[in-house]
């Protein structure tokens, strides 16, 4: 039996003219009108330059091209790849950089649902020695809240100097030409974030999008399920 999962998929360029151009086919029992109304107001009220959405099930692995094609039952495009109203209007074949997805997906999801649950809380200091301890504190990092990790509050800088892939951190990885995703250096990030991180910012002072926010609230994540005991040591 065939699986069916529906999905829909949007993807936000960085910048959509006046006039809002759109392109839609192939809607199957699907509230189309709905979803493109949305998608306009946002290109109109300036909120995205442009979007691009797709929604569809799930085939299996040995599907005919004929069923993979069947799969997707929305498909739509709205406004241009910047607010310029000569820019280049988006469509089904436009590519988009989808960077950060864990962030949103699994880092502040499961944050979620522990303070859900009653296992976390927004205003708890990092420093906590529930959360990450004392030796978090160096470089003024003692008064950081969860909340500021969230908010992009912290005062940490955008990214680690030198990045964490970077042969100058001395991660074994990083030697490679193309260094793979691994957690080898997991223990030796936590000592460096602890450690020797240190702020750009007053903690609350300003916004600043930062890497480091969403790599520690992944160890305060970490930390806070393996107290309670859902997952081993090991994991």
Not at 35 to 63: C, F, W, Y
Not at 102 to 119: E, H, M, N, P, R
Not at 146 to 158: E, I, K, W, Y
């Amino acid at each position: 039996m065939q699986l069916c999962i529906a999905a829909l998929i949007v993807a936000v360029c960085t910048a959509a003219g006046t006039d809002v151009p759109v392109a839609s086919f192939t809607t199957h029992n699907f509230a189309a009108r709905d979803v493109i109304e949305v998608a306009t107001s946002a290109v109109v009220d300036r909120k995205i330059p442009g979007v691009v959405l797709m929604s569809g099930t799930a085939q299996q692995r040995n599907s005919t091209a004929e069923e993979q094609d069947a799969a997707i039952f929305f498909n739509a495009s709205v406004g241009r790849f910047t607010y310029d109203s000569s820019a280049a209007r988006v469509d089904q074949e436009s590519l988009y950089d989808l960077a950060s997805l864990t962030k949103v997906t699994l880092c502040t999801t499961s944050f979620a649902l522990l303070f859900q649950s009653g296992l976390a809380h927004l205003d708890t200091r990092v420093s906590d020695p529930s959360l990450l301890g004392p030796s978090f504190s160096a470089h003024g990092k003692n008064v950081i809240t969860v909340r500021q990790l969230l908010t992009h509050t912290a005062g940490f800088p955008p990214d680690p100097e030198p990045g964490y892939l970077f042969p100058e951190f001395g991660c074994p990885e990083a030697q490679q030409f193309f260094p793979r995703q691994s957690f080898s250096c997991v223990r030796k990030i936590l000592q460096h974030l602890c450690e020797n991180q240190t702020l750009a910012h007053t903690p609350g002072s300003r916004y600043v999008y930062s890497d480091l926010s969403m790599i520690t609230l992944m160890f305060v994540v970490g930390r806070i399920v393996q107290r309670h005991g859902l997952v081993d040591q090991e994991k």
